[in-house]
C-alpha cells in the first residue's frame, strides 16, 4: 500500500466512519454537531486525495481502487445512520434507496468495464451529485439541535437537508443511467470486438 499523501487521505476517510457512528448514535445536540464535522472533514478529503495525486503526479492502482470504495462506505454508513435513528422522515426513505442503488449500480460497472480494459470517467454533473449529497448528509447529520446549539434555533437544517438529499437522488438518477448507457455500450460492442 502506497503511504503517499493522497493515500493517508483515502485512508482517513474510512478511518473516520467508526467515530462518525459512534457520535451519531449519542443523539445529543453536541455529539451531532461533532458527526457533522468528522463527516465534513472525511467528505473535504474526497476532494483532495485526487486533486493532490494528479498535482503530485501520485496517482496509483491503490488508491483508484480505493477512492470510489472509501465514498461508498461512508455514504452508506451516513444514511444507515440516518435511517436507523429515524432522522430522515419516511419521504426521505426514498431518495437514500435511489443513493444506494445508484452506488451498486455504478461499482457493479466500473468492475466489469475494468475486467475488458474500459475506464468509466467522472461525469461534472457526478461532481455535482457528490456535492449535493454530501451537503445533504453532513446537514442531516447536524440537524435542527445542532442549528439550536449553535445559535440558529429558528432555521430548519432537517428539512434543508432532506431537500438537498432529494436534489441528490435526481442528480444520482440521471449519472447512473449516463453510467449504465455508457457500460451497456462497451457490452454490445464486446462481442462484435471478439468476432474480428
Not at 15 to 33: F, K, M, N, Q, S
Not at 75 to 104: D, F, N, W
Request: proline share 5%; net charge positive.
Amino acid at each position: 500500500m502506497p503511504l503517499d499523501l493522497p493515500n493517508l487521505l483515502t485512508v482517513s476517510r474510512i478511518a473516520a466512519i467508526p467515530l462518525l457512528v459512534l457520535l451519531a448514535a449519542l443523539r445529543v445536540p453536541w455529539a451531532d454537531l461533532g458527526a457533522c464535522l468528522v463527516f465534513s472533514a472525511a467528505a473535504i478529503t474526497d476532494y483532495f486525495d485526487g486533486k493532490l495525486a494528479r498535482d503530485r503526479r501520485q496517482t496509483s492502482d491503490f488508491g483508484r481502487m480505493l477512492d470510489p470504495i472509501a465514498d461508498k462506505l461512508l455514504v452508506g454508513a451516513v444514511l444507515m445512520m440516518l435511517l436507523g435513528t429515524a432522522r430522515l422522515s419516511a419521504l426521505g426513505l426514498y431518495p437514500a434507496i435511489i443513493i444506494m442503488l445508484r452506488e451498486i449500480l455504478v461499482s457493479g460497472l466500473r468492475e466489469y468495464l475494468a475486467s475488458v480494459r474500459v475506464r468509466l470517467p467522472v461525469t461534472r454533473l457526478a461532481k455535482w451529485k457528490t456535492g449535493f449529497q454530501m451537503g445533504a448528509l453532513g446537514t442531516l447529520l447536524a440537524g435542527d439541535e445542532t442549528a439550536a446549539l449553535i445559535g440558529l434555533p429558528w432555521l430548519p437544517a432537517s428539512a434543508i437537508g432532506e431537500a438537498m438529499l432529494w436534489v441528490a437522488a435526481a442528480l444520482t438518477l440521471v449519472t447512473g443511467w449516463d453510467y449504465l448507457t455508457a457500460g451497456l455500450r462497451h457490452v454490445s460492442a464486446a462481442p462484435d470486438a471478439l468476432r474480428k
